[in-house]
């Protein structure tokens, strides 16, 4: 069994009466990616916090390789971070900024030198060693974050949503550095963000989070395609969700009435059918099919490379549809037949 | 093929926007009129009357620059000069040195904090001649300070301080430390706080990065902190002239030598250094502040 | 826990520090027989203000106070708020040397021109008079006055007025509705200032004051001069007023660190 390098025991933290995180108890082992995903007020930057030890948990224990650091104030913990708004010091360049936490350390001026270039060599930035943080772009900034934070090895490195501040554009570039430096290193990472493709793509594993819990943990294949409840299953990206009662293994639509053809399920009573709005298939009204539903377009929009559907079915339940573009579209007030093939159904109970 | 300029207006066009800009300088003169014409009246033509009268003579009539040796070559006036300075100086570090940590401990949010920003604005809103008061009585031989401190044994006869130079010092102090405080806080407020917490993660103890990450980013607003308390203490009237006792800075010393000996070309002369000392230094301030903006 | 504790304590000697003064002058004032080494004074009584009103005139110095500072405030919004909407919305020339000009006044000494405005205004006998010592605090309230104002005509959003004639406002219906609502609290803010800079002031005051035109402060320099300490600290009181009223309403509305001239945003 690979070493547990972090472990959560029953973390807890109350601001005032609002409970920001609830017996969180979490075991990383070395060298996994971790991502806490969640939406804002979830509690995930609360739980960086803590293990960071810039915030005390009312209960619960921070272990560090075994030992109980949640006494052990945050410059003791040799741990690494990196920041959303960059925290670059402006007034040392980015050579001393990456320097800085082994001056701290009292690394000798020779060794320093080296490692800094190492760091900002592994990041692509050497030749810009002497400018200083207001001379440079986002994501060079984000990057000499990154050389900063690993420098002096850290036992864990901590990332705080370090993509939110950046141009979409170059998210997927630094998106991949982070992967790269990090396998690189083989170091534990703790990644925080809202934005689950982000944590679809670059984690070994994910743990959901919603009122300051933990909803869900597991890999990224495991959370996409069972998400635990329909909170995970939302978040995770599946654009509708249609309410059903299952009756001795018969799900239908709830006020509908339609059955609908699922696989195994081993649930009753009130639940959700997720499935992707990809997944939904839009025939001419005539055809027929497994799962078929009858709807008029409400809505369609021309996104490039794919069209974008609203679909109102006669009682009410509205769909989305996503269809490529090479295949015919549809009007608005067209009435078209909408199949969810059973196999692209994910039921979750209702919570 | 380079590409076409616009035309620059020409003929009519350009004569309606000639007497457009005439017009609107026209009217905005006649706007800053009033406000122009007092300054020149009320303050400028005094000002140039208290220059004019610094270079003529006590009795008799002429020009001389006997009252500026009188009072730059004299022992007596350095002195004061000397006095007024040192008081500024010392009153100005002692502020700095009770402003940084308060301005520190106000970042955070805690209960009261609202009632210690009051408390931190009061010196500088009442009048000063009411603080004045109120120190002297406070500070005096039978004061509370005197009292309490005779009470917990802490001393073993009073204490003077008022009409001292160390109690002046510290009335200054009092007065006048939030000019800094205000100017610090608004500095402080410009830091990222996560640059803090990147330093304590990174390894750096509270103290190495109070003095590593925050101190080098507040440089700026000691500086002018600094200047704006020693500004005010410079001119301090209301103050020395309660509680000064024998020791007269330079305004106290010039309302002496005009009101009171009726010296008034002398007075005019130490007005006159007082204020070119005084807007000297808040033009160099300017030019320091700018020059630091733009780097 | 000793730290959390060591600072409050520290805290507690700051607030202290700053407040015991002007409690020293409430004492003063509203006490009797305060003798020797005693904390407290051994009767409370409001004979101070009564002595004062008889035999120095207190409300007529009040009167006297208000009045000139009325006259002051009137006086720098006329010839303020002209200057500051023309600098505010006009490009002139020479705009810095303007500005320059005019918040001089306050980057020297106010006793260096006092000296001077003493001279003229016992020359043309404008001394002991409430307008002449009115218009003497003009310099002092002005500066300030132009610069907030200007501030408050610069943040004013030209789209709003393009919005108001838009939707139907003649030139006259515009200023009432909108631009006058838009400037009031700046208005306000040089109004109470100005008021607040005439009504405190002291050392230009006590160079061109005569008789009839003696103000609470320097009312207040008097009496302690005759050795009557009560007395001044019951007019203290008296002076201490609008200033901790203005405090108040400052702090509830702004953050201190924008009472600096506008440094931030609030």
Partial sequence: MTEVRLALEGIGKNWGRLAALTDISLKVPRGMFLSLLGPSGCGKTTLLRVIAGTLAPDGGRVMVDGADVTRVPTHRRNMGMVFQSFALFPHLSVADNVAFPLQVRGVARAEERERVSEALRMVHLDPLAGRFPRELSGGQQQRVGLARAIVYQPTILLLDEPLSNLDASLREEMRLEISQVTRQLDITAIYVTHDQREALALSDAIAVMNHGRIVQFGSPEAIYRSPADDFVARFVGYANAIPVRIAQGCVRIEDGGCALATPHVGLEGAATAFIHASAVVLKAEMSDGPNRLLCTVVDTAFMGDHVEYVLRQEVGLQLKARTPVDVPVFARNAVVAAFLPPEKLIIVPRT | ?295 | MTAAWLRRLLLLAFALFITLPLVMVLLEAFGSDWFGTAMLPAHWTLRWFVWAAQTVDLVDVMLNTVEIALLATVFTLAIALPAAWAIARYRLPLKPVLIGAILFPRMIPEITFALGVARIFYAIHLTNTAVGIGMAHVILAAPFSVVVLVSSFEGMDPRLLEAGAVLGCGPLSLFRRVTLPLALPGIVAAALFSFLASYNDFVLTLMVYGSDTVTLPVQTYLSLGNGYLSVASAISTILLVPSLLFLLGMLRMVNPETLLGGLKGA
Wanted: charged share 10%; hydrophobic share 55%; aromatic share 12%.
């Fill in chain 2, 1 to 295: 093929m380079s590409v076409a300029a616009y035309p620059a207006p020409a003929g009519a066009a350009r004569t309606r926007i000639v007497r457009a800009r005439l017009r609107e300088i026209v009217i905005g003169g006649l706007l800053t009129c009033p406000l122009l014409l007092f300054l020149a009246a009320a303050f400028y033509y005094p000002l140039a009357y208290t220059i004019g009268e610094s270079l003529t003579p006590e009795k008799g009539t002429g020009w001389t620059l006997k009252n500026y040796a009188g009072f730059l070559g004299s022992r007596d006036g350095l002195g004061v000069l000397a006095l007024t300075l040192w008081l500024a100086l010392a009153a100005t570090l002692l502020s700095l040195v009770l402003s940084l940590p308060l301005a520190l401990y106000l970042r955070r949010r805690f209960f009261g904090r609202r009632a210690l920003q009051f408390l931190m604005m009061l010196p500088i809103t009442i009048p000063a001649l009411v603080g004045a008061l109120g120190l002297v009585i406070l500070y005096d031989r039978t004061g509370w300070i005197n009292v309490v401190l005779l009470k917990l044994h802490v001393i073993g006869a009073p204490l003077r301080i008022d009409y001292t130079i160390h109690g002046l010092i510290l009335f200054y102090v009092w007065m006048f430390f939030p000019y800094g405080a205000l100017v610090i806080m608004s500095g402080l407020g410009t830091i990222d706080p996560a640059l803090e917490e990147a330093g304590r993660v990174m390894g750096a103890s509270p103290f190495v990065v109070f003095r590593r990450v925050l101190l080098p980013l507040v440089r700026g607003s000691l500086w002018a902190g600094g200047v704006m308390i020693f500004l005010q203490c410079f001119g301090a009237f209301s103050v020395p002239l309660l509680a000064g006792g024998d020791y007269l800075p330079l305004g106290v010393k010039i309302y002496r030598v005009a009101n009171v000996f009726l010296d008034w070309p002398q007075a005019s002369a130490m007005a006159v250094v007082m204020g070119i000392i005084q807007a000297g230094l808040v033009i160099a301030y300017q030019r320091a502040g700018r020059a630091r903006h733009l780097s």
